[in-house]
């Protein structure tokens, strides 16, 4: 299937849950957080929150930064 | 910790015997029921490397750091991590939303923040112009109100502004931080009386956030009785940022200590401080 990364197009295996594709990624779920179409993905969904086809997902993570620093998040 | 070793002494203690003598130990800062031991505050950015970022951290003394929320590096993933070198369990983490020009933005990236972390503490940053990175006063009340509903504890990036910083505190922030001049400017407190009229606005902690430039500042904002300040540039830029970071820790200190001692008011014309009795030739 194919998803939108932070921001990139990607390939993905089909039916993958968020749990399974910071797996695929090989992210620790522990250190991230996950948006999956605009929303916040609870930790505790991670194993049930289903990723599709055509689904918009960012991973994000803390970053060294102190009062200000270059954006990333866009919408 | 060579610094201390030079002097032959722990550096961490000699603040903590001169906050013991002072009666300082109880003198916590506390938000929305956290405790806060060092009101100094640093963020993590601009550093040479973690390894610098740690020292640094160290010698400031302090117990809270500010680090943003960035995208993943999907394709490279053996980038050390910050917090392989900031031990969450010893150092508060307080996200920001820095980089964020629109509140959509940051109550994405706040939200973002909050699942990631360990605790709902998050600094809102909204800016508004690349150039002057003020912010941008009417998306910060737009986003501190979702985050705040949302139950996250809000404190705010906000201009010297008293009126932005009340309505902040209305809407249910439980601090505040003004700026003290434009960040990274190392300009110092330009307004030290809209500083000082915040203070007597609000009845939340004021944190001085922004636009510090050497320790002398930062004990000007703790002198005009501000509950804490944060900085980054200031020692992250300085040509030896562990000796600042130190510098830092003590300008903090003294800036308190001096607040709470209360300073003499300020006169035109000299008050003789020897006695005139008993003066040879009288």
């Known amino acids: 299937m194919n998803i939108t990364l932070n921001g990139e197009k990607k390939d993905a295996p089909e039916g993958l849950t968020v749990l399974g594709l910071l797996q695929h990624l090989k992210i620790q779920p522990e250190r991230v957080a996950v948006e999956l179409n605009l929303n916040v993905v609870k930790k505790s969904d991670y194993a049930a929150a289903q990723v599709k086809d055509g689904d918009s997902v960012e991973v994000v993570s803390f970053m060294a930064g102190g009062v200000w620093s270059e954006p990333t998040v866009s919408a | ?282």
């Open chain 2, 1 to 282: 910790m060579e610094r201390a070793d030079r002097v032959g002494v722990n550096n961490g203690n000699v603040v903590a015997l001169v906050q013991k003598e002072y009666g300082m130990t109880d003198d916590k800062l506390v938000i929305a029921g956290i405790e806060f031991t060092s009101r100094l505050w640093v963020g993590t950015g601009k550093y040479k490397d973690f390894e610098e970022t740690r020292r640094a951290i160290e010698a400031s003394g302090t117990d809270v750091v500010t680090v943003s929320v960035r995208r993943v590096n999907i394709i490279d993933r053996s980038k050390e991590n910050l917090l392989d070198h900031i031990d969450p369990k010893k150092y508060k983490i307080l996200p920001n939303t820095a980089g964020c020009y629109t509140a959509k933005d940051a109550v994405r990236t706040a939200m973002l923040a909050a699942e990631a972390g360990i605790s709902k503490l998050v600094k809102l940053e909204v800016i508004g112009d690349e150039k002057t990175l003020f912010p941008d006063n009417e998306a910060t009340l737009e986003a501190a109100k979702v985050l705040v509903k949302e139950g996250l504890i809000v404190l705010p990036y906000v201009s010297d502004d008293p009126i932005m910083a009340r309505k902040l505190v209305d809407l249910g922030c439980p601090a505040v931080m003004p700026l003290a001049a434009p960040i990274g400017s190392g300009l110092g407190i330009r307004n030290p009386y809209n500083i000082r009229i915040i203070m007597e606005t609000v009845k939340v902690p004021v944190i001085v956030d922004a636009g510090v430039g050497t320790a002398s500042d930062v004990a000007l904002a703790m002198e005009l009785g501000c509950d804490a300040v944060l900085l980054n540039t200031a020692i992250a830029g300085a040509k030896d940022p562990i000796a600042m970071a130190e510098a830092m820790k003590y300008g903090v200190l003294a800036g308190r200590l001096a607040y709470k001692a209360g300073r003499i008011p300020k006169k035109l014309y000299a008050t003789a401080s020897s006695p005139i009795e008993g003066m040879i030739g009288s």
